[in-house]
């Protein structure tokens, strides 16, 4: 069973930092696209940070230049680094991967999402 598992929320003070993590787990073939998305109350789930299929990165106009996306591809985690925490980025974040896992039989292509991990930031 392929799993993502988000971790790395926490509450800290405007101006702050956290770093969250996803890291993919189970018969994984490959990784095609990965992204992280947030949902803060009251509104729509939004793109935050996400590799593009070209392998080079997109973020919302929201956090550019204070948050950026990365990997370790050998450990099948991606990273969020988020700098300069603001209050308005307060919201459960999301990793979202789309995934083909492997059994012995056939291959299987599916997106999943990870459980959701809070963030909030106080003034």
């Known amino acids: 069973q392929v799993q993502l598992v988000e971790s790395g929320g926490g509450l800290v003070q405007a101006g702050g930092s956290l770093r969250l993590s996803c890291a993919a787990s189970g018969n994984i073939f490959s990784i095609n696209a990965m992204g992280w998305y947030r949902q803060a109350p009251g509104k729509q789930r939004e793109l935050v940070a996400a590799f593009t299929s070209g392998g080079s990165t997109n973020y919302a106009d929201s956090v550019k230049g204070r948050f950026t996306i990365s990997s370790d591809n050998a450990k099948n985690t991606v990273y969020l680094q988020m700098n300069s925490l603001k209050p308005e980025d307060t919201a459960v974040y999301y990793c979202?991967?789309?995934?083909?896992?492997?059994?012995?039989?056939?291959?299987?292509?599916?997106?999943?999402w990870g459980q959701g991990t809070q963030v909030t930031v106080s003034s």
């Open positions: 979202n991967a789309a995934i083909v896992s492997f059994s012995a039989t056939n291959y299987r292509a599916m997106e999943l």
